[in-house]
C-alpha cells in the first residue's frame, strides 16, 4: 500500500497506480496449480516489462484518486487476471491517467486444477474481448514468454496442457461467469 500511495504522490498527474501480482511460493510448485503458477509468472515478467504508463498488470492491487471517487482506494488480494482488463476499459472510457507501480507487489495462491484455471482464463477472455485493445509490442511478449519458461519450465508444459484442454472444449461443461469492476465495490462477481 505504501509503495502504491508514494506513486501516486509523486505522480500527480496519475489517478490510478497498479501494482504487480507474484506467487506465493508456498503453493507454486503444488501438483494442480503448476499451470495457475506459470500463468502468474508470465504475466508478473509482462507487467514488469511493460512500460511505466500502462497498466497492465495480473491480478487486482491498485489505489486510485480523484473526483470520482473520494480520497484513496486500495483493493488488494484476490481476483482474477480481468479485474486490470476492465480497470483498464475504466480508465480509458472517463479521461483517467495510469502507470504501473512495479514496486508494489502482492502475493497470490495459483489456480488449482483445470476447472478452476479455465474459469478463470475465460473470465479474462470475455472481458479482454469487450476492452479497448490494449497494444503490446509482440517482443514484449515473447520476452516474458522465455522468461518465465526459463523460471518455471514444467510449470510451462503444464500450461501449455491446460490450454490445449481448453482448445479442444474439453472445458465445456463450466458454468457462465462474469466480472465487471464497480467504482464503488472493486470487483463484482456473478
Known amino acids: 500500500i505504501t509503495n502504491l500511495v508514494n506513486h501516486l504522490i509523486n505522480n500527480e498527474e496519475i489517478s490510478i497506480a497498479v501494482g504487480v501480482a507474484t506467487l506465493d511460493e508456498n503453493y507454486s510448485k503444488l501438483k494442480g496449480r503448476r499451470a495457475g503458477a506459470w500463468q502468474l509468472q508470465f504475466n508478473k515478467q509482462l507487467a514488469h516489462n511493460l512500460p511505466n504508463d500502462s497498466i497492465r ?14 480520497g484513496f482506494r486500495y483493493p488488494i488480494g484476490s481476483g482474477s487476471i480481468s479485474d486490470d482488463v476492465e480497470l483498464a476499459t475504466f480508465v480509458s472510457t472517463n479521461g483517467l491517467s495510469a502507470a504501473n ?22 473470465r479474462f477472455q470475455k472481458a479482454r474481448s ?6 503490446i509490442p509482440r517482443r514484449l511478449i515473447f520476452l516474458s514468454i522465455i522468461e518465465a519458461f526459463v523460471s518455471n519450465p514444467i510449470g510451462f508444459i503444464s500450461y501449455v496442457s491446460y490450454r490445449l484442454g481448453m ?3 474439453l472445458d465445456f461443461r463450466l458454468p457462465k461467469s462474469d466480472e465487471n469492476w464497480e467504482r464503488q465495490q472493486s470487483t463484482s462477481r456473478s
Do not use: C, M
Open 130 to 135: 469487450e476492452a479497448p485493445p490494449l497494444k
Open 167 to 169: 482448445y479442444l472444449k
Open 101 to 122: 507501480a512495479k514496486n508494489a507487489v502482492v502475493l497470490k495462491v495459483p489456480t488449482k486444477g483445470f476447472k478452476e484455471f479455465s474459469q478463470q482464463t475465460r
Open 57 to 70: 498488470a495480473e491480478g487486482s492491487i491498485w489505489a486510485a484518486r480523484g473526483d470520482f471517487i473520494s
